[in-house]
C-alpha cells in the first residue's frame, strides 16, 4: 500500500519480509539469521504501522529506549517511502474525515481533528492503520464468500467452520484432504488482485494445533 518497491519485490521473489527487515536495519546477512533479530524485525515491521513509539518498542523487546529509537531511525532511513505514506494517510483524513480499504471500504474518524492530543493521536494511529487491516479484513471476507460455491462446483464435502484472521479453518473428509486444500488455496489466492502475489499455504490434522 505504500509502495515500496524493495518490499513487493521481496513478496514477488519470496523473501521472508521480516528477515529482509532484519538484514536492512541491523545489517546481518538473511541466510542463518537468529530468530531472536527477525523477531526483533518483526516487532518493528508491525509496530511502526501501529504507531509504536520508541518506548514502546523497547518495552516489547526488552531493550533500552534509546536503542529502540536507533532501529526505528534505521527502519525509516532504509524505507523512507513509509514515512511518506503514513504522513499522505493522516493528511487524507484530517481533509476528509476517514480513510479507505483498497476496495473503497470507508473507516471514519471522529477525532481525527481533535483538540485533545491523546484522542487526535489515537485517530491518526487508525488512519494509518485501518487501511492495512481493513485491507486485509475485505480480502479475506471476499475469499469466504468465493469458497464455498468453489468446493460445491469441485463436488467436495469441506465445511467452513471458522476465521482466524487471514486463515480458515475447515472440517474435510480425509479421503478430500489434498483436493480441498487445492481448491481452497487457489480460491483464496484470487479473492484479490494487488501488486504482489497473494500466496497462500494449508495445513490438516486431527485438530488446529496439528495443522501448523
Not at 485533545?116 to 492503520?129: D, M, V
Not at 483464496?188 to 490438516?204: K, N, R, W
Request: proline share 4%; no cysteine; aromatic share 8%.
Amino acid at each position: 500500500m505504500a509502495d515500496i518497491q524493495a518490499l513487493k519485490a521481496a513478496f514477488r521473489d519470496g523473501i521472508d519480509i521480516h528477515a529482509l527487515t532484519a538484514a536492512q536495519v541491523f545489517n546481518v546477512p538473511i541466510e542463518g539469521m537468529d530468530p531472536m533479530v527477525r523477531r526483533s524485525a518483526k516487532a518493528i515491521n508491525f509496530g511502526i504501522i501501529y504507531g509504536m513509539s520508541a518506548f514502546g518498542l523497547a518495552q516489547q523487546l526488552g531493550i533500552p529506549k534509546a536503542e529502540a529509537a536507533a532501529y526505528i531511525d534505521a527502519y525509516f532511513e532504509r524505507y523512507p517511502g513509509i514515512r511518506d505514506y503514513m504522513a499522505r494517510t493522516k493528511a487524507f483524513a484530517r481533509d476528509h474525515g476517514f480513510v479507505e480499504t483498497i476496495f473503497g471500504r470507508r473507516v471514519h474518524l471522529t477525532g481525527i481533528r481533535d483538540k485533545n492530543p491523546a484522542r487526535r493521536g489515537f485517530s491518526e494511529r487508525a488512519a494509518i492503520n485501518a487501511p492495512i487491516q481493513g485491507s486485509a479484513a475485505d480480502v479475506i471476507k471476499r475469499a469466504m464468500i468465493r469458497v464455498p460455491g468453489a468446493l460445491a462446483r469441485a463436488g467436495l464435502g469441506a465445511t467452513m467452520l471458522l476465521q482466524v484472521h487471514d486463515e480458515l479453518i475447515f472440517e474435510v473428509p480425509e479421503r478430500e484432504v489434498e483436493e480441498t486444500a487445492e481448491v481452497v488455496k487457489r480460491t483464496m489466492a484470487g479473492a484479490a488482485h494487488l501488486s504482489v502475489p497473494l500466496t497462500v499455504d494449508a495445513g490438516h490434522g486431527d485438530n488446529w494445533d496439528e495443522a501448523h
